[in-house]
Structure formats: C-alpha cells, structure tokens
C-alpha cells in the first residue's frame, strides 16, 4: 500500500503565498515523476506542475513564473511553492505520484486533495 498525504493549503488572499506539500509513504521502490494537479468546481483536472526524479519540471501555462515545484527524494517528498495567487487559481489540488513498488509495480498513486481558496 502506498499513501500520498497532502498538506498547506487553505484561505489566501489574491497576492498571497502558500506552500504545499506532499509526503509518499508505504512499499515503495522508487519513484518517478511527481506533480501536482487541480481541479475547479465544473472543470476538469488540469496538471500544474510535475517534476522527474532527475529534477527536470514542466508547468501549465498559467502558473509559470508564480508556481515553483521542487522535491526531496530522500523524504519522498514533493512541495509547491506559490506565489502572486490569484482567484482563478482556487482548486482543489491533488499530489501524484509515479512510483515501483517492491515487485517491481508501476503505480500511479493519488493523494486525497487539499483546498486552495483565493479571496479577499
């Protein structure tokens, strides 16, 4: 079993600042990329960030030069940083993981999402 346990959102105002971060744990081998996606009330989950072992990233349009994603490998942790928020960024935003386990079993694992909120 492996476990994605998100943490740091909540209420911000427009200009604001939040760091979120996502700790994987269980039998875990190895893990691949791992990112972080958001999901609008009436909107489809779009990617926000994702990174590679290697630490190469990749971004939406929308949040590049705002949004900073970074990890620790040997904390099997992934953080976003983001700044110069904006209403349109409310979300839900969920971690993912693309990981082997100890049989060598690739898995794409999801956390249980964490509510980003920018209002004044």
């Known amino acids: 079993q492996v476990q994605l346990v998100e943490s740091g959102g909540g209420l911000v105002q427009p200009g604001g600042s939040l760091r979120l971060s996502c700790a994987a744990s269980?039998?875990?081998?190895?893990?691949?990329?791992m990112g972080w996606y958001r999901q609008a009330p009436g909107k489809q989950r779009e990617l926000v960030a994702a990174i590679t072992s290697g630490g190469s990233t990749n971004y939406a349009d929308s949040v590049k030069g705002r949004f900073t994603i970074s990890r620790d490998n040997a904390k099997n942790t992934v953080y976003l940083q983001m700044n110069s928020l904006k209403p349109e960024d409310t979300a839900v935003y969920y971690c993912?993981?693309?990981?082997?386990?100890?049989?060598?079993?690739?898995?794409?694992?999801w956390g249980q999402g964490t509510q980003v909120t920018v209002s004044s």
């Open positions: 993912n993981a693309d990981l082997y386990g100890p049989l060598d079993e690739l898995m794409d694992s």
């Open positions: 269980g039998s875990i081998f190895s893990i691949n990329a």
